[in-house]
T-cell receptor, first 114, second 114 residues
Framework: DAGVIQSPRHEVTEMGQEVTLRCKPI?????LFWYRQTMMRGLELLIY????????DSGMPEDRFSAKMPNASFSTLKIQPSEPRDSAVYFC????????????FGDGTRLSIL | SQQGEEDPQALSIQEGENATMNCSYK?????LQWYRQNSGRGLVHLIL?????REKHSGRLRVTLDTSKKSSSLLITASRAADTASYFC??????????????FGKGTKLTVNP
């Protein structure tokens, strides 16, 4: 079975540019999570969706970040405009009913903002 | 906010030895999960232990949970070089009103030397 698929795997762009990260969850999973991982702050939950509806976006750092899930098989995380401090690895994960189920992670997008 | 905190931050052992990692958390939980992350990859779920369980086994992994001390341990027996990875505990955020969310610690970096 295909796992969670993220694209691109690496992204290098200049400050001020728009960045779009993409995620395809595992088919049938009804929860989707976006995380950010840095050495300083560890793994932080940014936002999560249930049945394509955003449930909790309290982890989104600021208005420059937005996330959408137009259908059950696709989600995007957008940063506009990007800043050097946004450099991190961004992970998408999906699961069935979330609280007592394992989350399945993609291999992440390594984002570098110059 | 950080819920789980792993200890030690780094651990280096010889192949064949046992590795023990600890996790402490602050608030009540429904369950606790352990994940592994190989370098450059996403997190992989290892094992889930519920709050009413004290011990759980999966292959060479043994997890214990002490809810009175708010702590858990992960034991890897007869370690192999392939076990080299970072290990994270994750707790559900039940006490913070969101049981769907997982809160991850910063991880223990395990190195198994051949």
């Amino acid at each position: 079975d295909a796992g969670v698929i993220q694209s691109p795997r690496h992204e290098v762009t200049e400050m001020g540019q728009e960045v779009t990260l993409r995620c395809k969850p595992i088919s049938g999973h009804d929860y989707l999570f976006w995380y950010r991982q840095t050495m300083m702050r560890g793994l932080e939950l940014l936002i999560y969706f249930n049945n394509n509806v955003p449930i909790d976006d309290s982890g989104m750092p600021e208005d420059r970040f937005s996330a959408k899930m137009p259908n059950a098989s696709f989600s995007t995380l957008k940063i506009q405009p990007s800043e050097p401090r946004d450099s991190a690895v961004y992970f998408c994960a999906s699961s069935f009913w979330a609280g007592s189920r394992p989350q399945h992670f993609g291999d992440g997008t390594r984002l570098s903002i110059l | 906010s950080q819920q789980g905190e792993e200890d030690p931050q780094a651990l280096s052992i010889q192949e064949g030895e046992n590795a023990t990692m600890n996790c402490s958390y602050k608030t009540s939980i429904n369950n606790l999960q352990w994940y592994r992350q190989n370098s450059g990859r996403g997190l992989v779920h290892l094992i889930l232990i519920r709050s009413n369980e004290r011990e759980k086994h999966s292959g060479r992994l043994r997890v214990t949970l002490d809810t009175s001390k708010k702590s858990s341990s992960l034991l890897i027996t007869a370690s192999r070089a392939a076990d080299t990875a970072s290990y994270f505990c994750a707790t559900d955020a039940r006490a913070q009103g969101g049981s769907e969310k997982l809160v991850f610690g910063k991880g223990t970096k395990l190195t198994v030397n051949p």
